[in-house]
């Protein structure tokens, strides 16, 4: 196990601990023993239990960070109304991951994870832990979207509502690529050693190389043109890079990144349905708003249309941004608005 | 210097050299001494010199290359009606780059060049070792349209038309951070040793990793998507990465790519008036056709309409393909249609 405080209770909680068992067994073969979610918890159960809120995490991010930019009072994700659940996906730092796994199974040795794992897991969390039946709404954004539609297509009589936002239910080639981009950018760094590095800061230069390819992918062409980094307080574009996405990225957990990835560039509900993914997308009764990011250069939002085209009933909301996909961390308050108002909505239809 | 057959007359002549004279200074402050310029010419001047179309080359792009996409009877630039001039731009391997200069200012210490630089040296060998006066077009795409610009406002008493497809004037600050990430791939490789390594297959896997960025922003999503791929002869992706975009980039010099690097992240026509864009691409008298490509991921067609607007009596034209940038190499019939088509129309301009 790694000491990274990035992930620790000061800075990423308060959260709660959800024991799996003692083996929890992972589609692509590994076994997690005593594995645990971490979870967060806003607002509270009602007595019919319809009123809950289930949020898986993004790429990089934890439960904090989309409390931080989504959940609070008079907002569509509003604990004085909803109990809202966020679930940190395995492999990120926070939930059971290389970096907080002891011995062999740890770190260089920790097995792979695909969406379906998490989605059992947090399935096993809320009906075990909080005895619940259904789910008001499961919303996430980009690799919590592929959670979303894997949930919406595992447990389809469970959701009754879900919202995808700037992520697909099956992942193009173009992304698996992207994504191909990352791993060697933190893989080829020396101080990787094959995942045996002592602490994260050995992988500083593979880190670095990772933000970069995010500065490029992760925003977009009008971002800086219309240098919306100066919003944000930084004084040039080597200033935003360094202090915003070196400084995101460089304190996070290299292997944790890369269980991440691996997992990011498979996802695909079509695994339940022998590859035939309208097939798969036909099983989801809940009402589906499928929300990509106008500028998104990874999940674009002819991708997510095409899939919205195959859900019965369900909705094409895009979101407008200069910003790119990275728009999503929350930096933007029209884009925040903007997610708020189609939440509403969703939230708003009888189901 | 360092034997790489990829630049050699074999594979990229037949070809001409000039010599730029026993010292050529550069605009960062370096000289190049003895240099050459590799050039190839198709067709014959005509007595009035007034049939010259000039061609500058691409990133990682030969004179070869380009005539081999573009040049030939009955199609747009046709060696029967024009003279055709093809020049290596400086760095790119064939004419004088890292590869191929002698003792320390070679390889890792090859200076930097501009994009006025290599324009310069480019009016230096058509004034002196053919006595032009004027261009009756010159076009090129990608790092050649930024050297067509940079014709275009440095010498806009002899360019008479213009035609610049898939690039930009000024380079745009996420095209610079792209560049930077190819950079990153390439010089994060031990085996790149500041640029002294023996042989270019030292750096295969920093080659490897920036082909693999490629792949991502070189191509574009519905590439993939519609499996273009297949149609090249490819059964996979990973087969249309190992043997397409690995084996065309691997060929190459490293430091020669990332000579061309720097100096395409630093094109800017508006060097000549103290950074005012608008007034430098004033001074174009060019019959000037803008020609972006519409799933260009990094030469987006939104940034080549703002530089468009700015040049007098230019036309827009923009070329469909769902293959994105790199389709520039010529691999796609009805794209080369499409350029075809246009270079008619703006040669058949009365100038």
């Not at 601990?17 to 003692?22: R, V």
């Not at 439960?63 to 994700?77: H, M, N, P, T, V």
Request: hydrophobic share 40%.
């Amino acid at each position: 196990m790694l000491a990274n405080p990035f992930y620790s209770q000061e800075l990423q909680g308060p959260f709660q601990l959800y024991d799996l068992g003692p083996s929890f067994t992972l589609e692509e073969g590994g076994t997690l023993r005593g594995a645990q979610l971490a979870y967060a918890t806003h607002g509270r159960l009602n007595k019919a239990k319809d009123n809950v809120i289930l949020i898986p995490t993004w790429y990089s991010g934890t439960s904090k960070i989309f409390e931080q930019a989504y959940i609070g009072k008079d907002r569509a994700l509003d604990p004085s109304k909803y109990f809202i659940i966020v679930i940190n996906q395995l492999g990120n730092g926070v939930s059971t991951s290389p970096n907080n796994t002891a011995g062999t199974g740890g770190r260089g040795g920790f097995p792979k994870i695909r969406i379906g794992d998490d989605v059992r897991a947090q399935h096993q969390l809320i009906t075990a832990r909080f005895g619940l039946k259904s789910l008001a709404l499961v919303v996430g954004g980009s690799m919590g979207a592929q959670q979303t539609y894997e949930w919406a297509v595992r447990y389809p009589e469970m959701v009754k509502r879900a919202a995808a936002i700037a992520g697909t239910a099956k992942n193009t080639e173009h992304d698996f690529l992207f994504g191909q981009s990352l791993i060697d950018a933190i893989t080829s760094d020396p101080g990787w050693r094959n995942g045996w590095y002592e602490s994260h800061e050995e992988v500083r230069a593979g880190l670095i190389r990772h933000a970069g390819i995010w500065s490029v992918m992760g925003l977009c062409t009008e971002f800086y043109k219309q240098e919306i980094w100066r919003g944000l307080g930084f004084s040039s574009v080597p200033d935003f890079m360094t202090n915003f996405l070196q400084t995101y990225f460089c304190a996070m957990d290299p292997n944790a990144l890369l269980t991440m990835l691996w997992k990011w560039q498979r996802g695909d509900v079509s695994r339940h349905t022998a590859g035939d993914l309208k097939k798969a997308l036909g099983r989801i009764t809940a009402k589906t708003f499928v929300m990509p990011i106008d500028e998104d250069m990874f999940f674009p939002p002819r991708d997510c249309l095409a899939e919205q085209k195959m859900i019965k009933g369900s909705e094409y909301r895009v979101l407008k941004s200069v910003c790119g996909h990275l728009v999503l961390t929350g930096f933007e308050a029209d884009f925040r608005h903007q997610v708020d108002a189609h939440l509403k909505d969703l939230l708003s239809l009888r189901v």
